[in-house]
């Protein structure tokens, strides 16, 4: 395992960063007597991480955890009362649900995804948890409204009537319902999520990196697209992949029965 420097202004404890094996990074919100609570320095850390992981020739898939045993309680509301906004220009809340990073990236969950944990969640291409594990998106106990990007983002990836449910209720739902509804890709014993999260990830990373970057900007864009224009979108961002040295040695490996070697060229 290495360290990856999360950049001056990510104050490193709160955000830890590892590249290991497999092509993988793990990116850790470390605080864990918070219940892993996002502030501002978390957002910060978060967004740092994502910017060097996205350009990182080592890293083809992310995933993103929680320290402590649970994966994130949501905003520091001790923070926002102080005036310590968990936001990153340009990324958003978490410096990570208004711009998720070009790269594959997996939500490793323990314990609890609440609010706006929930929402970091979300902004993840997929979702490993403990089954032990609880979602939910409480803020209108408080006052307040899921506007990361929960209440967008929930109803395209669950039954319109369950995501009513989940936002209005604010109650917490435990991930083996999620996992029911397709939410959740993959359940865990408890402890176990982080691994079975790498395990996930190392497969992912095994496949041609531009050609993972390339497949989940076609999914996540697509979907405004219209009939008219998508297969025209798809081909401008397919065209590089085919003409990659990837693409050719992914052609070669297989006619001479031996794994792949990347180059992300």
């Keep these: 395992m290495s360290e990856v420097n999360s950049g001056p202004a990510a104050e490193p404890d709160e955000v830890l960063v590892e590249i290991v094996d497999g092509g993988v990074a793990v990116v850790t919100i470390n605080r864990p007597k918070a219940r892993?609570?996002?502030?501002?320095?978390?957002?910060?850390?978060?967004?740092?991480?994502?910017?060097?992981?996205?350009?990182?020739?080592?890293?083809?898939?992310?995933?993103?955890?929680g320290a402590g045993g649970t994966f994130s309680a949501g905003m520091d509301l001790k923070g926002f009362l102080t005036g310590d906004m968990p936001v990153v220009e340009g990324r958003g809340f978490g410096g990570i649900t208004e711009a998720p990073p070009k790269k594959p990236i997996i939500a490793a969950v323990e314990g609890y995804a609440l609010a706006g944990g929930f929402e970091l969640a979300l902004s993840c291409d997929l979702v490993v948890a403990s089954e032990e594990a609880k979602f939910g998106?409480?803020?209108?106990?408080?006052?307040?409204?899921?506007?990361?990007?929960?209440?967008?983002?929930?109803?395209?990836?669950?039954?319109?009537?369950?995501?009513?449910?989940?936002?209005?209720?604010?109650?917490?739902?435990?991930?083996?319902?999620?996992?029911?509804?397709?939410?959740?890709?993959?359940?865990?014993?408890?402890?176990?999520?982080?691994?079975?999260?790498?395990?996930l990830a190392?497969?992912?990373?095994?496949?041609?990196?531009?050609?993972?970057?390339?497949?989940?900007?076609?999914?996540?864009?697509?979907?405004?697209?219209?009939?008219?224009?998508?297969?025209?979108?798809?081909?401008e961002i397919m065209a590089p992949v085919f003409g990659s040295k990837d693409a050719m040695e992914g052609a070669a490996a297989f006619a001479e029965k031996r794994a792949p070697v990347w180059k992300g060229e």
């Design 137 to 199: 998106l409480p803020e209108p106990k408080r006052g307040l409204v899921a506007g990361a990007g929960g209440i967008m983002r929930l109803p395209r990836r669950i039954p319109y009537h369950v995501a009513m449910e989940i936002a209005l209720t604010g109650d917490h739902y435990p991930a083996v319902r999620l996992y029911e509804l397709g939410l959740v890709n993959r359940i865990t014993y408890p402890g176990e999520a982080l691994n079975g999260a790498l395990e």
């Design 202 to 235: 190392r497969t992912i990373a095994a496949n041609a990196p531009l050609a993972l970057a390339a497949t989940k900007r076609i999914i996540v864009e697509s979907a405004d697209w219209s009939l008219d224009e998508m297969f025209r979108k798809q081909g």
């Design 36 to 65: 892993n609570a996002v502030n501002g320095a978390v957002a910060r850390g978060i967004a740092a991480a994502l910017d060097e992981l996205d350009e990182s020739p080592e890293v083809s898939a992310i995933v993103l955890t």
